[in-house]
């Protein structure tokens, strides 16, 4: 039961993980968090901006999901414990070779699992890059999962035909009766007098789950922000037009009042080179579009935001169909102080150097004097505090 | 092949499924290999599959054993037990703990502060809160099944927790 939660969970996880990789448009610039990779991004393709939320729901989910199978996780390596302890530890070389691959089965799934939760809440107790092991140990994972999922599929079927839910859930722990031992199979020998029913078991693992969700969705769902109890993010910066969530605080990135007013310049690079004050920028037609803006760590968000359009900063630097554009900050040091982002994405009408948030000036925590939001990007691409934007023409 | 097979232990395929799974996952350890600490990822990564299995299975394990020990006085024989009602809210608790504590305690607070702007102080109150919650919760729902059972006289045993 809780094998076939996981058994559609997991590879969810997986899709919306390698989705959010793919989002990073890791074959562009220095996009690539894990230049690494070999062939392990096969799968990349150029990414879209269409649905707009797109990003929004796959990252939500991956994280949000994360959190709410924990408990399942948990619960099934529980469940499996007394298979550990089974003696002798190698009967086979079938055996033996079955066993070792429950390390990355195991390790994979519990590495997993935890390092993305440290990742949300900030907590690094290690030195390497979140992004190495997260994507990496994600494949040591899956190939430790897909052969358990081959090797065991008649069993979870056997195990789920072998019982009806509804029995099972008309039945109270008086009458639970455990598992009979079998030869190799994950009943204990000499379980202890049941104290809780299988339903109960399973109500305690959906409850925890239900628990998780409750406590976290909010910061997902622009309407639940309140709920978002224990989430990292979801948390309110007292009301107001900027009211929403920051990922790099001016004060860290080492933006001072003094390069961000009157003599801050846009500087656009392409065939022609052109430098923008502000208001100059003000000046340019403005657009105005409802985006979200959606955090890799799962936090989302919808906005008002108004700014110059991206085709149209191309076009006064003379790269009227650029490949590419390279967008740098003046947060030097940020793991995310430059992007690039596609022609494919410059040329989406909706794509902005966004001035104004809901009716007000950026704040300098959301990017003052200006920064980009393109739709369906990763948050971290939507660079805060642009000082360039270098097209690149064929 | 019979032979193979006897000696191995189990069909071919499983042993082309193995070797495929291992061959791949070296495949993987090459790749890691090239990036920034590597060897601690792979420390982390066994150190994952251990540290559940030998410090928070029988940490878990022993708790509850020692729960279940406690005698619970009870003067009706028909009196519903005690023991989920207390496991349950800790179970939550503990749940919520082993997975926020990180902001529970503040041990990233310096990192979640320069991203947020935004300190984790109010966190151990929530979950302090949320635990002294699911408790009187848990409390309550037993003082309801008490009464009920004791309405209904000893002869029943129906009310027993599921």
């Known amino acids: 039961m809780l094998g076939s939660v996981l058994l559609i969970g997991i590879p969810i996880l997986v899709v919306t993980g390698l989705v959010s990789y793919a989002s990073y448009n890791p074959r562009l610039g220095h996009n690539d968090t894990t230049p690494a990779r070999g062939v392990l991004g096969f799968y990349l393709f150029s990414w879209i901006t269409n649905p707009s939320w797109i990003y929004r729901v796959s990252q939500g989910t991956h994280v949000i999901l994360g ?145 998780v969700l409750a406590l976290t969705l909010g910061e997902s769902v622009d309407g639940l922000r309140g709920t978002a109890l224990l989430a990292p993010r979801g948390r309110s910066y007292g009301g107001g037009p900027t009211d929403f969530q920051v990922n790099r605080t001016a004060a860290a990135a080492g933006i001072r009042p003094d390069v961000t007013g009157d003599s801050w310049r846009l500087v656009l690079r392409g065939p022609v080179v052109h430098q923008l004050s502000r208001p100059e920028l003000l000046s340019l037609p403005q657009h105005t579009y409802r985006l979200p803006i959606a955090c890799v760590e799962g936090w989302s968000t919808e906005q008002t935001w108004s700014g110059v359009r991206l085709a149209d900063l191309a076009r006064m630097a003379g790269a009227r169909a650029p490949v590419s554009v390279y967008v740098q900050s003046l947060d030097e040091n940020g793991a995310f102080g430059r992007a690039t982002l596609s022609g494919y994405q410059v040329s989406d009408s909706r794509s902005l150097l966004a001035l104004r948030v809901n009716g007000v000036d950026l704040s300098p925590d959301h990017g003052y004097p200006a920064r980009v939001i393109v739709p369906a990007a990763p948050g971290v691409h939507n660079t805060k505090w642009v000082r360039q934007m270098s097209f690149e023409v064929d | 092949m019979e032979r193979l097979r006897r000696a191995y232990g189990a069909r071919t395929a499983h042993l082309l499924l ?37 410090v928070l299975f029988p940490f878990d394990a022993l708790a509850d054993r020692l729960l279940r020990r406690i005698r619970l006085p009870s003067a009706h024989g028909a009196a519903p037990p005690l023991v989920n009602h207390i496991r349950i809210p800790a179970l939550l608790s503990g749940l919520l703990f082993l997975m926020f504590f990180p902001l529970v305690l503040g041990l990233g607070e310096r990192t979640y502060r320069s991203a947020t702007g935004l300190g984790t102080g109010p966190y151990l109150g929530r979950w302090l809160l949320l635990t002294a919650g699911f408790f009187a919760a848990s409390l309550l729902l037993y003082a309801c099944r008490l009464v009920a059972a004791r309405r209904r006289g000893s002869g029943k045993m129906e009310a027993r927790s599921g």
Not at chain 1, 146 to 168: D, F, G, W
């Open chain 1, 67 to 211: 959190l709410v199978l924990t408990p399942v996780l948990l619960a099934k390596l529980w469940s499996v414990i007394p298979r550990l302890f089974a003696w002798p530890p190698i009967r086979s070389i079938a055996y033996a070779l079955e066993r070792a691959s429950l390390v990355l089965l195991v390790g994979g799934a519990v590495f997993e699992f935890f390092t993305g939760i440290f990742n949300v809440e900030y907590f690094y107790p290690w030195k390497f890059s979140f992004y190495d092991a997260h994507f990496f140990g994600a494949w040591a994972f899956l190939v430790g999962f897909t052969v358990h999922v081959v090797l065991k599929t008649p069993r979870l079927m056997a195990a789920l035909r072998s019982r009806s839910l509804r029995a099972e859930l008309r039945t109270g722990v008086a009458e639970t009766v455990p598992e009979p031992p079998e030869p190799d199979g994950l009943a204990p020998v000499a379980p202890s007098a049941p104290t809780i029913s299988r339903r109960g078991l399973l109500g305690v693992v959906g409850g925890a789950s239900f628990t």
């Open chain 2, 18 to 54: 193995l070797a495929g799974c291992f061959a791949f996952a070296g495949y993987v350890v090459d790749r890691v290999l090239q990036v920034p600490y590597a060897w601690m990822i792979g420390v982390y990564f066994v150190a994952a599959a251990v540290l559940h299995d030998f």
